[in-house]
């Protein structure tokens, strides 16, 4: 079964913020986002989206809810014991409708982090998380932010500076 699939319902308009306890997979949404480095403010977190009949986000809406918070999130296929280490912290919903964050894999066990109890961090046997799993995890990374001291300018701004100075002192170059 696919985290759409566990997760669907009939679209609704949002009237107001839904509470973290009642949408596990968006209060991992938010742990990871804590890890990152990018607290959200979940009051507001979900204003201007579509609710489920449980007054959940659908699954569907994570990347653009992501994207609204300078994040990157992207649905990948595959047994949370499968997943690379770089690509942790992941939110892995459960068929059973819980929703941890992995943040480590080794030796057998899953470091995950139950945002329902708190962020409490617990270890899993593997092979527990991955028969929980819907099959899906949520992989959320920072959007990168290009900056004015960049080493490498990005497209259209290499001969900027070079430009835009000959244009401030064309008055020396044109008779």
Known sequence: MSAATAFAATPRAATGPVPLQADPLLAGFVCVAQLLERPLDAAALTSGFALDDQGRLPVASYPDLARRHRLAASWASGRPSQLPGYALPVVVPCTD???????????????????????????????????????????????????????????????????????????????
């Open 97 to 175: 409708g819980r929703a941890y964050v992995l943040r480590a894999v080794g030796g057998g066990h899953a470091t995950v982090l139950d945002p329902r109890a708190g962020q409490q961090e617990l270890r899993l046997p593997l092979h527990e998380l991955d028969a929980a799993s819907t099959g899906e995890v949520l992989v959320v990374k920072p959007l990168a932010q290009p900056a004015d001291q960049t080493l490498v300018p990005f497209r259209g701004r290499a001969v900027g500076w070079m430009w835009a100075t000959l244009w401030r002192q064309r008055h020396f170059y044109v008779e």
